[in-house]
T-cell receptor, first 113, second 116 residues
Framework: TQLLEQSPQFLSIQEGENLTVYCNSS?????LQWYRQEPGEGPVLLVT?????EVKKLKRLTFQFGDARKDSSLHITAAQPGDTGLYLC?????????????FGKGTLLTVNP | DARVTQTPRHKVTEMGQEVTMRCQPI?????VFWYRQTMMQGLELLAY????????DSGMPKDRFSAEMPDATLATLKIQPSEPRDSAVYFC??????????????FGPGTRLLVL
């Protein structure tokens, strides 16, 4: 079983602060995805990273895939209350016709106005 | 705006009762996933289908859970008999394969199940 450890589990910050959340595993993934989930809703995909060392930016969010494709980080600059939610990373194992994601337990982020 | 729909959104039932959850994937998607989310375990894959055929249901307790796709527009997840430990939010997601490495799964809003 491939396990993804996310840290921290909970994070409460003030509007305008920067933060980084981490996603670590001992397994190598073919790709890694980050999702955000709001209360009462399903997760929504933010980004997919595929290449080791890859960095992607989505406005104030910066995603990085580790060189060995075992870990990833999400950095948010100048956090806003609208960034509040559960951030989930998910590693993909694909082979042949199979494709499935293993999810971390998430980081619950609260951004206070 | 295409979305995955799930019914019911909430379900409260008593232990021992049968529970059926339904999912309508996005039209044209060929892959459907069922997940369960709890505080303790997070989001766990229960089963998934490709072109209506079950590919992997290793995450599902076989004795009480069953998943089917009667047609391309409907996926069902049944629990019989239900137990309190089944209380969780059950998500359905759909996607389109191939494009394996960049596949996007679109999640439904979930069914929140409480078994008393």
């Amino acid at each position: 079983t491939q396990l993804l450890e996310q840290s921290p589990q909970f994070l409460s910050i003030q509007e305008g602060e920067n933060l980084t959340v981490y996603c670590n595993s001992s397994s190598v993934f073919s790709s890694l995805q980050w999702y955000r989930q709001e209360p009462g809703e399903g997760p929504v995909l933010l980004v997919t990273v595929v290449t080791g060392g890859e960095v992607k930016k989505l406005k104030r969010l910066t995603f990085q895939f580790g060189d060995a494709r075992k870990d990833s980080s999400l950095h948010i600059t100048a956090a806003q209350p609208g960034d509040t939610g559960l951030y989930l990373c998910a590693g993909a194992i694909s082979g042949g016709s199979n494709y499935k994601l293993t999810f971390g337990k998430g980081t619950l982020l609260t951004v206070n106005p | 705006d295409a979305r995955v729909t799930q019914t019911p959104r909430h379900k409260v039932t008593e232990m021992g009762q049968e529970v059926t959850m339904r999912c309508q994937p996005i039209l044209g998607h060929n892959t459907v996933f069922w997940y369960r989310q709890t505080m303790m375990q997070g989001l766990e894959l229960l089963a998934y289908f490709r072109n209506r055929a079950p590919l992997d249901d290793s995450g599902m307790p076989k004795d009480r859970f069953s998943a089917e796709m009667p047609d391309a527009t409907l996926a069902t997840l049944k629990i019989q008999p239900s137990e309190p430990r089944d209380s969780a939010v059950y998500f359905c997601a759909s996607g389109l394969v191939p494009l394996l490495q960049k596949e996007t799964q679109y999640f439904g809003p979930g069914t929140r199940l409480l078994v008393l």
